[in-house]
Nanobody, 121 residues
Framework: VQLQASGGGLAQAGGSLRLSCAAS????????MGWVRQAPGKEREFVAA????????YYTESVKGRFTISRDNAKNTIYLQMNSLKPEDTAVYYC???????????????WGQGTLVTVSS
């Protein structure tokens, strides 16, 4: 499974960004698609996950109500809509996929390249 993430950038606090992740290859073997982030000097942190077929979602507590994960099966793409951004959301965001449902830890089977999100105060 190959994952291609895009959409990072610079935003002001309170602003919004949308990340995208296109999946290709053996996507039929994937049950969880998710986003994991790593802030400078910190360990990787699970952010959000979605069931590839059913649309069930999970979020880490700190982003609930602000971030929304979604998917477009026709495009084999997932999205992370990030609203009300805070400086503490600054991190490299990784798109990831796993062969089990549900994976709520940052230990996925497949990884895309990271995309940097910087939130200024």
């Amino acid at each position: 499974v190959q994952l291609q993430a895009s959409g990072g950038g610079l935003a002001q606090a309170g602003g919004s960004l949308r990340l995208s992740c296109a999946a290709s290859g053996r996507t039929f073997s994937v049950y969880t698609m998710g986003w994991v982030r790593q802030a400078p000097g910190k360990e990787r942190e699970f952010v959000a996950a979605i069931n590839w077929s059913g649309g069930t979602t999970y979020y880490t507590e700190s982003v609930k109500g602000r971030f929304t994960i979604s998917r477009d099966n026709a495009k084999n793409t997932i999205y992370l809509q990030m609203n009300s951004l805070k400086p503490e959301d600054t991190a490299v965001y990784y798109c990831a996929a796993d062969k089990v449902w549900v994976k709520l830890s940052p230990s996925y089977d497949y990884w895309g390249q990271g995309t940097l999100v910087t939130v200024s105060s």
